[in-house]
């Protein structure tokens, strides 16, 4: 059974439009959520992780701005906006329990690709 | 700077042989190393992590920690084609689990 369901899996962006990816967790034993970014170059990268229902973080990074909101106990949201032109960009969300031995399991990702 | 380094960027090896995969930190307050592999079009899979010094034996894999020197290696024997992915090293400090810093990657290719 899948940990994590993340929608959509691909999405043409216009440029200077946001997009609002989802993630849905399966298995409420592993409420750490956290959104990860992967490059075309395929570096990953640790964007934020939100634990309880109306935690919102904000981060700007070179070639996007990011909002997360964690929803519900089951649901974390990104909004992914102001991406750079051209760019294509890969954001998957993880789930693990919190502390420092447990493994992240990750959803199989949202690729992004701006006009 | 990289925080975590990997090498080398590619790696072919026939099947049945021996796939060896490095890692080294420059941060000392990672404490928690993993290894993960991604699939194309997949996300990636804990493969097996290691928390102390020496070697630890997963069937046909086997990771190795030097924490004096901040290096990790993974080992994979009997190699099949389906061991062909992209190979993470990752690694998070005491206060922060959920926060994997991931190194660039080693592609391994299981060629017959």
New interface residues.
């Given amino acids: 059974v899948t940990l ?1 369901e993340q929608n959509p899996r691909w999405r043409l962006v216009p440029r200077g439009q946001a997009v609002n990816l989802r993630c849905i967790l399966k298995n409420s034993q592993y409420p ?1 959520m ?1 959104w990860y970014q992967q490059d075309l ?6 964007l934020f ?1 939100l634990r309880s229902p109306g935690d919102k973080e904000v981060k700007s990074l070179p070639g996007a701005d990011y909002l997360a909101t964690r929803v519900t106990d089951t649901e974390l949201r990104l909004q992914v906006a102001n991406m750079s032109q051209g760019r294509t960009l890969y954001c ?1 969300c ?1 789930a ?1 329990t ?12 949202s690729k992004l690709t701006v006009l | 700077q990289q925080k975590v380094q990997q090498s080398p960027e590619s790696l072919s090896v026939p099947e049945g042989g021996m796939a060896s995969l490095n890692c080294t930190s420059s941060d000392r307050n990672f404490q928690y190393f993993w290894w993960y592999r991604q699939h194309s079009g997949e996300g990636p899979k804990a493969l097996m992590s290691i928390f102390s010094d020496g070697d630890k034996k997963e069937g046909r894999f086997t990771a190795h920690l030097n924490k004096a020197s901040l290096h990790v290696s993974l080992h994979i024997r009997d190699s099949q084609p389906s061991d062909s992915a992209l190979y993470f090293c990752a690694a998070s400090g005491t206060s922060s689990g959920q926060k994997l810093v991931f190194g660039q990657g080693t592609i391994l290719k299981v060629y017959l």
């Fill in positions: 994590l750490w956290s170059q395929k570096q990953l990268q640790w992780t998957t993880s693990g919190g502390g420092n031995t447990g493994q992240l399991y990750f959803g199989e990702g």
